[in-house]
């Protein structure tokens, strides 16, 4: 179940709508196949019109509330860096469950994307490259100390070539790694997207090194036809 929630779908939970009514779009002009296939499975797809409802700002909410669910990882004053936050539904899920979102004055929770993001109630944004040379100590300085985690839900842009794409977002997460290594503070978790393909063997050796554990997680929210899941760190051995 999602956050003590039915799943979005109807009664079984089966992701359904309850009408059993598909939407079909229309290829528009100057609109590609991909593009139409793209909007289609949106305007389909329960868990974005249940992230209308709930007010989250995209469907990745369910996933981390899920995974939170699962393992407890998000705790009452914890500082939190969501990286690649845009549009925000991580943040979201952070700020409340850590408290930041109704003034917990230990709390921090900050979002880092190169795009704008509208803000948050209990969430602090930094339009910045989490790769400059700088990041680590401008974070510190903003989350007064070390940070307890650190999760992102970065993807590279899709090619159409699984290989490629798979290579490329665990590049984004082998990245995502060396900067949670830089900030994290002892015990901290670290929470990243990643493909299944097999290739993130680099990655998932680092992380052992490093952490307490190292699992894959796939939340019920992950669309079934994707190889999209995360791996969740936790129990961080190092720390500033």
Do not use: C
Not at 86 to 106: D, L, M, V, Y
Not at 158 to 168: F, P, V
Request: glycine share 10%; aromatic share 6%.
């Amino acid at each position: 179940m999602i956050a003590g929630r039915q799943r979005p779908g109807g009664k079984g939970g089966d992701g359904k709508k309850g009408d059993g009514l598909k939407t079909r779009v229309k290829t528009a002009r100057k609109r590609s196949l991909s593009s139409t296939l793209w909007l289609e499975r949106q305007l389909n797809d329960p868990y974005v019109a249940q992230a209308k409802r709930d007010g989250w700002r995209s469907r990745a909410a369910y996933k981390l509330l899920e995974m939170d669910e699962r393992y407890k990882l998000l705790k009452p004053g914890m500082k939190v860096v969501d990286l690649g936050a845009a549009p925000g539904g991580w943040s979201q899920i952070a700020a409340r469950k850590t408290g930041a979102a109704n003034g917990n004055a230990k709390a921090r929770v900050v979002a880092i994307d190169l795009l704008p993001v509208d803000p948050i109630p209990g969430v602090e944004f930094a339009q910045m490259d989490f790769l400059d040379d700088d990041a680590p100590e401008a974070l510190r300085a903003i989350l007064g100390g070390p940070a307890d985690a650190v999760m992102s839900d970065m993807a590279a842009n899709a090619t159409g070539h699984r290989q490629t794409d798979h290579l490329k977002i665990v590049a984004l997460a082998e990245l995502a790694a060396e900067f949670a290594r830089e900030i994290l503070a002892p015990k901290g978790f670290f929470l990243a997207k990643v493909l299944q393909g097999g290739s993130e063997t680099q990655l998932l050796a680092q992380l052992k090194r490093d952490f307490a554990t190292v699992r894959h997680v796939k939340p019920a929210a992950s669309r079934k036809d994707s190889a999209e899941l995360y791996v969740l760190a936790t129990g961080f051995r190092g720390g500033q």
